[in-house]
């Protein structure tokens, strides 16, 4: 859709966009229409979704706030941005918890219509008070007051009396949308045609979607025609690789990279899980794909989903269960079970805020202690990161490829961050991904020794339960070396021990080495979802001229085979994460360096510029 525009056109490099109000505003939808429309422009983009915890607080409350925040560049980003350019505010509550995220200078456009007396009361303003009217807060941003309800309502109330006011008002976040989408040039056909099809077409209403489509071009029109704004301004298309790209979230990508890999490994893949903030959408996205030999079950509580999971691998599939933090807490048991087991199993936490109930909708690394040491005994798994919403492809494959490999559970980490955030993804060529080799056990000649090791990878036989001649004792008792009967024996309790991590180190021959981007003395090494800022972060600070050089841990049990040597290399290492230095304590005690922390706890992912500052402080010989 274009239109002739009168007003003056500025080009920026980069935009970082906020969409906020209550969780019934469609905030969400909002803004996950607005990232299509410049993924289609061609922008490199990344988002940063934000859910009020409380599934339906009071309306005009400020617990149930909805937001989404974008950043589109014409440059490669790894972020959704520290402060945005614009921001859009439907009510008083959304206005009140969101302001601090925009730039001075910034633009924020508020449903001037819902600025009432009712509504400051709700989100705690003094009585007589209208942040609207406030002189400080004029002055620092250009506050654009526009009656979205009335205008709605206006454009809309003539179309049919068989449409309730109640259903007009819910499309003014499409007018919202439609004046942001004018305002940074991005065509809106690809929205309408979207809102055709799924009310049109999949929820059979078409005027619904008649209703939205109008809404939208009502707000373009008045984006285009109300001089609220000092300027349009556009962001060129970025210069990515070429290939076929696709938006993607990490929970999306977990989804389509445990397909693939049952694909690869010619098995079907049970996935079973207890409904859990972040990880749902990982069991939803699963449930659609049965074609693939996908199978899914929504289990009565954690501990008899990833008992479930576990029997599975059992008999010969390739056994998920998803979760969060409370959830792998309560799968400890069965986890070590499967260690004892020696079978594979892949357990994926997509973490959150903590302790307890926590933050459920906030992002947070803090539960790799947990999965690293969080069972009785001796009992060592694998442990994978993944660093993008789009790697979490790539580990969720390798979960699988490991866990095979080794006769191991793989407790594969994910964060809230990555769950729900998207970003441009590169389709690969699935022809170009490995097959995952499975070996199942063979009747011989020879007596079946259940807990006989493979030399190369020290993994135990995968046996079909019910085949001749495989018979055997399983169970979580200590298993005697090679017979699997059960043992109390000192000396096999040790050996036994040691075998079940033996296998997990051997890992590190097959596992990639880590890799360094950049030179310098200063090492900022990262894992999981502080990624793009660590990235971001370092481009800043050689602009400012310090040079440091990065690394990311994808593999942190077993450690990559040369990290020992990164290490070594530099004056100094530095970690930023999302915990109380959890890996950084981790790497201090397996390599006896000392490494400074960075730590965040504020439910978020690092603010780059806070992040540079901390930076500096050690560099310039403070203590984060």
Same mark, same amino acid.
């Given at each position: ?95 009140k918890t969101n302001l ?226 409370? &959830? =792998?807490?309560?799968? #400890? $048991? ?9 079978? +594979?199993? @892949?357990? !994926? %936490? ?66 809230? &961050? =990555?769950?729900?955030? #998207? $970003? ?9 991904? +490995?097959? @995952?080799? !499975? %070996? ?61 991590a033996e296998k997990i ?28 800022s660590i990235l971001t ?88």
């Open positions: 859709m274009t239109t002739a525009n009168k007003n003056k056109t500025t080009s920026l490099s980069s935009v970082s966009v906020r969409f906020c109000g209550d969780s019934g505003d469609g905030m969400q939808l909002t803004g996950s229409q607005f990232t299509d429309e410049v993924a289609l422009a061609g922008n490199d983009f990344a988002t940063a979704p934000d859910f009020p915890a409380e599934i339906r607080a009071p309306r005009g409350t400020t617990f149930g706030v909805s937001g989404y925040q974008v950043q589109f560049s014409s440059n490669e980003i790894h972020t959704p941005g520290d402060l945005v350019n614009a921001m859009v505010a439907m009510n008083p509550a959304g206005f601090e995220y925009v730039q001075p200078g910034g633009i924020v456009i508020v449903n001037e219509d819902e600025f009432n007396k009712s509504n400051f009361k709700k989100c705690g303003y003094e009585e007589g008070y209208n942040p609207l009217d406030d002189e400080v807060i004029n002055a620092k941003y250009k506050i654009c007051r526009v009656p979205m309800s009335r205008l709605t309502r206006e454009s809309l109330t003539s179309e049919t009396e068989d449409i309730s006011v109640k259903d007009i008002d819910r499309c003014r976040n499409m007018f919202a949308l439609g004046i942001v989408s004018w305002l940074y040039s991005r065509e809106i056909d690809s929205t309408i045609e979207k809102l055709q099809n799924y009310f049109g077409k999949v929820k059979n209403k078409p005027e619904i979607a008649a209703l939205n489509e109008k809404a939208i071009k009502a707000g373009y029109y008045f984006g285009e025609t109300a001089e609220l704004f000092p300027s349009q301004y556009e962001v060129a298309p970025a210069k990515l690789k070429l290939g076929e790209y696709r938006r993607i979230s990490g929970n999306e990508a977990i989804v389509l990279g445990l397909t693939t890999a049952a694909t690869k490994a010619n098995k079907a893949l049970v996935y079973a899980s207890y409904p859990i903030t972040p990880a749902s959408d990982v069991l939803h996205g699963l449930a659609r794909l049965k074609q693939f030999g996908i199978r899914t079950f929504q289990a009565e509580d954690e501990i008899a989903a990833v008992m479930v999971a576990l029997g599975a691998s059992f008999t010969g599939d390739i056994g998920v269960t998803g979760t969060s933090g409370p &959830g =792998l807490a309560l799968k #400890a $048991e069965a986890i070590g079970l499967a260690v004892m087991m020696e079978l +594979p199993l @892949i357990v !994926v %936490n997509v973490q959150r805020a903590g302790p307890s109930t926590g933050m459920p909708t906030k992002t947070e690394q803090s539960d790799l202690l947990q999965t690293m040491f969080g069972r009785s005994g001796e009992c060592p798994v694998i442990v994978l990161a993944a660093s993008s919403p789009g790697n979490c492809f790539h580990m969720a494959i390798e979960a699988v490829r490991l866990s095979i490999r080794a006769m191991c559970p793989v407790i594969f980490l994910s964060e809230g &961050g =990555l769950g729900n955030a #998207a $970003e441009p993804w590169l389709i690969p060529d699935i022809s170009n991904i +490995p097959d @995952i080799e !499975v %070996n199942h056990a063979v009747v011989t000649d020879e007596e079946f020794l259940p807990y006989l090791r493979d030399e190369k990878t020290g993994a135990r036989p995968w046996a079909i339960p019910g085949t001749p001649g495989l018979e055997h004792r399983i169970g979580g008792l200590e298993k005697e070396d090679g017979t699997g009967g059960v043992s109390y024996d000192h000396d096999n309790h040790a050996l036994m021990t040691r075998y079940r180190q051997q890992l590190q021959d097959v596992i990639p080495d880590l890799e360094v981007e950049g030179a310098g003395d200063t090492l900022i090494l990262g894992w999981g979802g502080t990624r793009g972060a370092a481009t800043v600070l050689k602009e400012r001229g310090i040079d440091v050089a990065t690394a990311h841990l994808h593999y942190i049990n077993p450690f990559p085979k040369n990290l020992g040597e990164v290490l070594r290399s530099y004056d100094r290492i530095i970690m930023p994460e999302m915990n109380s230095g959890q890996l950084q304590m981790l790497i201090r005690s397996e390599f006896l360096i000392d490494v400074k922390g960075i730590q965040n706890h504020f439910g978020r992912s690092f603010f780059v510029e806070e992040l540079v500052d901390e930076i500096q402080l050690i560099l310039n010989g403070g203590n984060a």
